[in-house]
């Protein structure tokens, strides 16, 4: 089945690391991905990492993937006022079709 | 570059009506466009998958008589939502697969609000 879910709310002070997590249900997905997502806004692709990585790192984002467990992290370090939005964790499910399921969303606050 | 472009941004209908909601791949061709549902404080549902020139393919519990998806061309779809209630309120987003970047080329519009009076 596709299930993916996540803490709804997470707090942190400005300039410490925030962790998201994520848990995904479906063992052939291919690709995950983190979103971000600004008040009434659309959704900015944040980074992504493919299935059989266990880490990717890309300035500030530090994606941690534990394919047995089926657990997905996103470390924001320093986090900024800036950050603070919803963070959407995503799997590509479907092979030819390669639709999205989506996370439950957390919402991320950065305390100045 | 690939940009998708949804619009309109925010509509306002009254109960009984239709909505037509378009989304367009401005630089570059999509054959594959989808169609998100999100509700207030909630994540977002994939309602169908739209494949240009057939039939879309919608989710299990989605009613493809109530959403009508087109996707008649290579940069555009449309989603229409007939016969409005206010149950469909909720905030629409579209997105566009970048062909070139293989599972990793997603691109999503800015979303419609849509609110049924």
């Known amino acids: 089945g596709e299930d993916v879910e996540q803490s709804l709310f997470l707090s942190v002070r400005e300039g410490d690391s925030s962790v998201i997590n994520c848990t995904y249900t479906?063992?052939?997905?291919?690709?995950l991905y983190w979103y971000k997502q600004e008040p009434g806004a659309g959704l900015q692709l944040l980074t992504y990492i493919f299935s059989n990585m266990d880490m990717k790192q890309d300035q500030r984002l530090t994606v941690l993937l534990n394919k047995k467990d089926k657990h997905l992290s996103l470390r924001i370090a320093d986090t900024q006022t800036g950050d603070s939005a919803i963070y959407f964790c995503a799997e590509s499910v479907g092979g030819a079709t390669n639709k999205l399921i989506f996370g439950t969303g957390t919402l991320l606050a950065v305390q100045p | 570059g690939a940009v998708v472009s949804q619009h309109p941004s925010r509509v306002i209908c009254k109960s009984g009506t239709s909505v037509k909601i378009e989304c367009r791949s401005l630089?570059?061709?999509?054959?594959?466009m989808f169609w998100y549902r999100q509700f207030p404080k909630k994540s977002l549902m994939l309602m169908a998958t739209s494949n240009e020139g057939s039939k879309a393919t919608y989710e299990q519990g989605v009613e493809k008589d109530k959403f009508l998806i087109n996707h008649a061309s290579l940069t555009l779809s449309t989603l229409t939502v007939t016969s409005a209630h206010p149950e469909d309120s909720s905030f629409y987003i579209c997105s566009a697969t970048r062909p070139w970047e293989g599972s990793a080329g997603y691109t999503f519009g800015s979303g419609t609000r849509l609110t049924v009076v």
């Open positions: 630089d570059f061709q999509a054959t594959t």
């Open positions: 479906d063992s052939s997905s291919t690709y």
